[in-house]
């Protein structure tokens, strides 16, 4: 496989301005018509009259240029390409191909789901279509017919409006479909299947009505609400922050079963996983409802940020998916608790995305290289992407963050651009200077923070000293200084010390003047604040202000009063964290009989249990203790085993010393209120369930009674699944019946079917490769579907550490073998679920040789797709 380099980038040799398709579905195989209008490219290059269309899988039935059969001398396909010699400058190509969506299993270009026709064409699926320019730069007017049987194929859908629709003799029909808006092919969509839909309007901040239809299988009808209502909500609050109105007259969600990612932002026809966009109380817990209103915004937000402006090419991606996830961050947070979102993210961050900054797959939000394109759609490129957008808006603040991005909007609007015109219209309209900022673009590697503070009585003044250090990554070396914008607070006795920094008064935005955000700029700098009337704690990195590690040593004394009144929610629960970070190494070396918890964090968790005043929410993620992911990221190196007995017996002491507080939080927060898929009502399942699972962990009578009650008279998925997880993850004697009783009651839903596998891959208890081996057998498992082969062995590989990491390796030869089978039917699927295996260095030498075994033999496989080769290759340099 070929290594493609930004560098390279050349603009396209022609344009298209009008593609017109045909498509004939058929049971066989489907016929591709397709009409483009090519015109030379008056910026491109000057080279020969030569066309290089990107086809791959096609069979090419007829090809013509103004009505001539283009004659064989003048074409050659090799590889992914066909060439046409002796073109005109401005001509239109006719072009046949046919191809076999019934035996696609990759899940790119046009497939079959559950028997319904639908595509997904980003990055490179249209190339599988029919021969196009299939890059993101040329952009075009589409226009597309669908003829299918009626009977099979009710619904015809494409991008735009509907403008034709009729039947056809045979029992056939057809659609035509019109979008005004030049896109590029990876915004392509067609559906055609038996699908019901409900449908609503929304009214634009103009008056224009919207039809909004969500297209489902029958059964699933009475599972759209909340999407319609979280897509209202998004379309409502794109207008009021970011004054983006929707464009077109109907805007299309389509949910299918078998989908490699969450969901595609198809200009007008976004295409869903079920996972995201199905739920009702009943079958889908509190997390599954915030993932639909999430996924819905972002894919919505992409009408802006990503297809009215799009990327230039594919080094660029986090161009709009590093925006549009900040942006359905900011949505988010407004609609339910800030401080809880934040958590959530900075949590993913600091364990994947550390995690993929450390290892050998490691990039810059802006990569130079790629082999792959499909193993870019990273936890860098989105989540790492959203934290540099996230640190513009601290730098610039929120009014000319705004401008910038109306400035990006109005600049762009109709072209395909790059993440350097972004960060020009944020610098052109704040008028900052981002050049060193331009870094987080180029460099890779998660940058470390070393800070100290002293305090100097005499001239009142306390002085925070900053060093950075960036560690090399693959391919980077050296690293420069990075612009990374630091939000302190100093917290005296009484509260939070006004500031003052060598005369500059604290962030105007803070109406109490008691939070700054300072400008490290340089490898080592200091900060004098004046006028400090006491020796103050630091608050530091408030909100988690940039991607960076921490290092201040800060006493215990120092966490625990951060713990308890810092200001920021963020830092309160950091504190927590490396409290309990600090309590799972002490408890790593303590030999086993002789381990106590530590008095003053069992008395911090006490106030937070006792406190009806803070967030349930918050109270019920700073009870739970680091995640292994996030130890395994701060305890080198891995010693997995060793972490998980250590997590094990700091929770056991806790469940047993804070049981009575517990239990009366338990009941406290036990309602039979009808469910509400809200924030107070979420916070209070939450905060429920964490009690729940600590209970579990005392063996009286009492505590081993609740989860068997609630999983009984549970009347939603929250409870039935917290319920079961803690049956069967502390092999309460019910758990076997639990397990079948539940498969009982949902095996029609397999989104529900997918937890139940989920619940029992995650399973810590021995034998769990076993039973996962098992359940690969089960009728309900279908290795084809990508949800069930995340729900079963990419949950065990992924979060099951203890058993994937088993020391005969068995489970990492697990893994090799699925790889290899999944390789032949779905790369992209199979190069996700090998990551587990690509941070061998981290673990302890035993457990290095036979991660590095597992690997070699994935590379000794012949002709690798170049998804999995890329990832395999380069963790093994
Ligand atoms: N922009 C979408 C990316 C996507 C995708 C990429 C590769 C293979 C399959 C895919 N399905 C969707 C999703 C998004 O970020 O909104
Ligand atoms: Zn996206």
Not at 181 to 199: E, I, M, Q, T
Not at 551 to 574: E, I
């Amino acid at each position: 496989p070929r290594t493609i380099y930004l560098k390279d980038y050349r603009e396209p040799d022609y344009l298209i301005d009008r593609t017109q398709l045909r498509f004939e579905l058929a049971e066989e195989s489907t016929v591709v018509d397709s009409v483009l209008t090519l015109r030379r490219n008056p910026n491109a290059e000057p080279g020969p009259a030569e066309l290089t269309l990107h086809g791959t899988e096609l069979e090419l039935l007829a090809l013509e240029i103004d009505g001539q059969p283009v004659a064989q001398e003048r074409r050659r396909i090799s590889g992914e390409t066909l060439h046409i010699e002796g073109v005109p400058d401005a001509f239109t190509l006719s072009c046949r191909t046919q191809i076999r969506p019934q035996e696609n299993t990759s899940l790119e270009g046009l497939y079959k789901s559950s028997g319904m026709f639908c595509t997904q064409c980003e990055a490179e699926g249209f190339r599988k279509i029919t021969y196009y320019l299939d890059r993101p730069d040329v952009m075009s007017e589409f226009e597309v017919e669908i003829v299918a049987e009626r009977s099979r194929y009710p619904v015809l859908l494409s991008n735009g409006n509907l403008t034709v629709a009729e039947e056809l003799e045979d029992g056939r029909h057809r659609t035509v479909w019109h979008d005004p808006f030049p896109k590029p092919a990876y915004l392509f969509a067609l559906v055609a299947g038996d699908l019901s839909r409900v449908s609503d309007c929304f009214t634009t901040c103009s008056g224009r009505e919207v039809d909004l239809h969500i297209y489902v299988e029958d059964k699933d009808l009475d599972k759209c609400d909340h999407a319609m209502t979280s897509l209202k909500n998004a379309m409502r609050w794109d207008e009021k922050v970011y004054g983006r109105e929707y464009d077109l007259d109907i805007f299309n969600i389509v949910a299918v079963d078998d989908f490699n990612m969450g969901a595609m932002e198809n200009k007008s026809l976004n295409i869903f996983n079920t996972s995201c966009v199905l739920a009702k109380p009943e079958t889908t817990t509190d997390l599954g409802f915030q993932r639909v209103e999430g996924v819905v915004a972002h894919e919505y937000f992409h009408n802006w940020s990503g297809n009215r402006v799009t990327c230039r090419d594919w080094f660029q991606l986090s161009l709009k998916e590093g925006f549009t996830v900040f942006r359905d961050a900011q949505f988010s947070s407004d609609m339910g608790s800030a401080t809880v979102k934040r958590v959530e993210d900075v949590s993913l961050l600091r364990t994947a995305q550390f995690a993929e900054d450390a290892g050998p797959m490691a990039h810059p939000i802006r990569p130079d290289s790629f082999i792959e394109i499909s193993n870019f759609y990273t936890v860098t490129i989105y989540e790492k992407g959203a934290e540099v957008v996230r640190m513009l808006h601290t730098l610039l603040g929120p009014e000319d963050f705004r401008r910038g991005s109306d400035l990006y909007f109005e600049r762009h609007d109709g072209q395909a651009v790059t993440c350097e015109d972004f960060v020009k219209a944020m610098e052109d309209a704040s008028g900052r200077d981002l050049g060193q900022f331009r870094l987080w673009y180029s460099q890779a590697g998660t940058p470390r923070l070393k800070v100290a503070g002293y305090y100097d009585a005499d001239s009142e003044t306390y002085t925070l000293t900053v060093q950075q250090q960036c560690p090399p990554t693959p391919g980077q070396a050296e690293k420069a200084p990075m612009h990374i914008p630091l939000a302190v607070a100093l917290l005296g006795e009484a509260g939070a010390l006004r500031l003052e920094l060598d005369g500059t008064p604290a962030d105007p935005e803070t109406s109490d003047n008691t939070q700054m955000v300072l400008d490290v700029t340089e490898s080592e700098q200091r900060f004098v604040f004046n006028n400090i009337k006491e020796e103050p704690v630091p608050s530091l990195l408030r909100g988690f202000s940039a991607p960076v590690k921490l290092d201040y040593d800060y006493s215990r004394q120092q966490l625990l009063r951060l713990m308890r009144s810092d200001s920021d929610g963020f830092c309160r629960w950091d504190a927590s964290q490396v409290l309990g970070v600090a309590e799972i190494r002490r408890a790593m070396t303590a030999d086993a009989d002789s381990y106590q918890v530590s008095e003053d964090l069992v008395d911090a968790f006490r106030a937070l249990l006792s406190d009806d005043s803070l967030d349930k929410a918050m109270v019920a993620l700073t009870l739970q203790l680091p995640s292994e992911a996030y130890l395994a990221e701060v305890i080198e190196p891995v010693d997995v085993h060793g972490i998980y007995r250590a997590r094990e017996a700091v929770r056991y002491a806790l469940a047993e010393s804070l049981r009575d507080v517990l239990m009366a939080c338990y009941r406290a927060n036990t309602s039979d209120e009808v469910y509400r898929p809200e924030a107070d009502q979420i916070a209070q399942r939450s905060l429920k369930n964490t009690a729940l699972a600590y209970l579990m962990l005392c063996d009286d009578d009492e505590c081993q009674g609740l989860a068997k009650a609630q999983f009984d008279s549970s009347q939603n998925m929250t409870d039935r699944l917290s319920a079961l997880t803690a049956l069967v993850h502390n092999l309460h004697p019910y758990h076997t019946e639990a397990l079948w009783r539940f498969y009982q009651d949902w095996q029609h839903e397999p989104l529900v079917v997918n937890q139940w596998f989920q619940v029992q891959a995650t399973n810590r208890q021995p034998g769990t490769l076993e039973t996962v081996k098992e359940l690969m057998a089960h009728p309900a498992f279908d290795i084809r579907n990508p949800n069930k082969v995340r729900a079963l062995i990419g949950a065990f590989c992924a979060q099951n550490t203890v058993n994937f990491h088993q020391s005969d390796g068995a489970a990492y030869q697990f893994l090799a073998d699925q790889v290899k089978q999944l390789d032949r039917s779905n790369p992209q699927i199979a190069s996700r679920l090998l990551v587990p295996l690509t941070k061998w260095r981290k673990y302890l030498p035993g457990a290095q040789t036979l991660m590095k075994d597992a690997l070699n033999s994935i590379m000794a496989v012949p002709e690798l797709s170049s998804d999995v080769f890329e990832v395999v290759s380069k963790s093994l340099q």
